[in-house]
Every structure is written in C-alpha cells, then in structure tokens.
C-alpha cells in the first residue's frame, strides 16, 4: 500500500506531474479540485475503483465508483466524500497494478 502524495497544479505555470507505479491497496486524500490521473500503457482498457465508505441512513452502504480506463490518458474527479472518516484517505482498488499503469494526484485550480 502506498499513499499517493498530492501535487499541487494550481499555480499560473501549472506543474510537472510525476507518475508513480500503481501499487495495490493505494490511497489518495481526495478533496475539491483533486484529480487522479491514470496513465494506462497495458495494452487494454483496465479499472480503478474508488472505495466508497458513505452510508445512507446509518446501515445503508453506498456503491463502490468502479471507473474504466482505456489504453491512454484518464483523470478521475476524486471529492472528499470518498475519504474514508477513520483514515481520511480514499482507498484506490486497481484491476491490474503495475509499471503499465501509472498514476498521480493532482490539485489544480483554475485561481492561482
């Protein structure tokens, strides 16, 4: 398990973005403005999904968001509401980690 650090690209010039090899169990502190960015180099279409640990009325579970990423470039919106409230990080639960599918987390406004 990893945790994806946060780069902030927010500022006019924007940022240099770094991928780091998904790894399984990852997490990301999810919030307004942040994205996961996937890079997909498998070959073919893979999934992420993103734990959710909502409840409705107490005892009912909200459904896990399970995105599918083509062979190429993805960024998935990732709120705070997929923050875990025991650890505040959301978990990231990928079909097949490794070096063919790359990830980072990216803050960016469109104020600087």
Known sequence: MATIPRQDASGYLGAQVTFATSVAG?????????MLW???????????TLTTPELVEGVLTVQDRV???????????????????A??????????????????????????
């Open 26 to 34: 990852d997490v990301i502190v999810g919030g307004q403005n942040v």
């Open 38 to 48: 996937c890079n997909n180099t498998s070959g073919g279409a893979l999934t992420v």
């Open 67 to 85: 995105v599918t990423c083509a062979v190429g470039f993805r960024a998935i919106p990732v709120p705070s509401r997929y923050n875990d409230p």
């Open 87 to 112: 650890t505040g990080s959301c978990l990231l639960v990928y079909q097949t980690p490794g070096a063919t599918f790359t990830v980072a987390s990216v803050f960016g406004s469109g104020q600087a």
